[in-house]
């Protein structure tokens, strides 16, 4: 493409469908970018947790808050809900420096709506379904909340044949459509439904973690996935150390190989190797868990 032609193609793309070049915002939308970015430090951080296995600040085992966070509206496609937020976050902060007013709005909006859409759906699992509450869910929901009031105020005037009614009946119905198929996922009703975790299993596994034992096995080793099936949706917060990457007649990794490891499951603990699968309770006993009596299992 020549540069008149390529310059042409520029002119036509920055006018709206009147014919009139479209209007130009003066500045970024640092009223969005802050908030946006606030969004960002609080997703990230959740999100960092979530896969560092550390727990969230102010809520401890059992609490309201990590109830929440380890149901089975923690996660979203395997990847956890505040991930996906963080996205969300991300996308609106970028969204500030789009120079066409009206393309900014309408990705603002979009973002807008269906995230704060989505954080009244989450918000109401939590209250009528969980029956608990996490005030770092609740920031996120009244973040995103001025995000929409914000988008809202900041309709550009200029906006060709706009009509509200016409616009809600486009994108609102849309928002809803996808918050009911990912109701439907997480209740079962459509697909594998997301697995919530047992507070005291995820204790012992982020004990274990914090207590220097390691877990080596092998993925294809049945005897390694009946150990992990006793932490349900906690086995990833394990001390797990994968040795035959490759394959099953592959050679052992190297760090499997210097441990000594020979069968799998493989217990190291306190410099002791236990090969054998090792229920909760006898994993608290060996690491010092104090496991309730009420939620020990045998």
């Known amino acids: ?25 003066a500045a970024p939308n640092w009223p969005l970018f802050v908030l ?5 430090f609080l997703t990230s951080y959740l999100t960092w947790t979530h ?16 109830v929440v966070l380890s149901s089975q509206w923690s ?21 500030v420096f789009i120079k066409r007013a009206d393309l900014h709005w309408w990705a603002a909006w979009c973002i807008a709506l ?28 009244v973040l995103m909340t001025s995000v929409f009031a914000l988008t809202i105020y900041q309709r550009p005037a200029t906006l060709v044949n706009f009509n509200w009614g016409r616009w809600l009946g486009k994108t609102v119905p849309v928002a809803a459509a996808i918050i009911l198929l990912l109701h439907l996922n997480y209740t079962g009703i459509l697909g594998e439904a997301p697995q919530a975790e ?28 009946q150990q992990k099936l ?15 990457p490759d394959g099953q007649n592959s050679p052992q990794s190297k760090e499997c190989a210097a441990a000594g490891i020979q069968s799998y499951p493989t217990w190291v603990i306190n410099g002791k190797h236990i090969e054998e699968v090792m229920t909760p309770k006898q ?8 496991w309730p009596a009420t939620s020990a299992s045998n």
Do not use: N
């Open 75 to 95: 996660t979203l496609l395997g990847i956890p809900t505040s991930a996906w937020g963080l996205l969300a976050y991300a996308s609106l902060a970028a969204i």
């Open 51 to 66: 896969w560092t296995g550390d727990l969230v600040k102010g809520c401890k085992v059992g609490s309201s808050c990590d």
């Open 230 to 244: 006793y932490f349900g949706a906690s086995a990833g917060r394990l001390p797990y150390v994968e040795c035959s």
């Open 114 to 141: 269906f995230g704060v859409l989505y954080s009244v759906y989450l918000t109401t699992v939590s209250l009528t379904m969980i029956h608990a509450a996490c005030p770092y869910c609740l920031t996120s929901l």
């Open 1 to 25: 493409m020549g540069k008149k032609a390529k310059a042409k193609r520029e002119r036509e793309i920055s006018r709206t469908p009147a014919g009139r070049p479209a209007p130009l915002r």
């Open 198 to 225: 047992d507070a005291q299993t995820k204790a012992l596994a982020l004990h274990l973690a914090k207590s220097g034992a390691k877990m080596y096995g092998a993925f294809w080793c049945p005897h390694c996935k």
């Open 283 to 290: 994993l608290a006993d060996a690491t010092g868990f104090q």
């Open 36 to 40: 946006s970015v606030i969004g960002v």
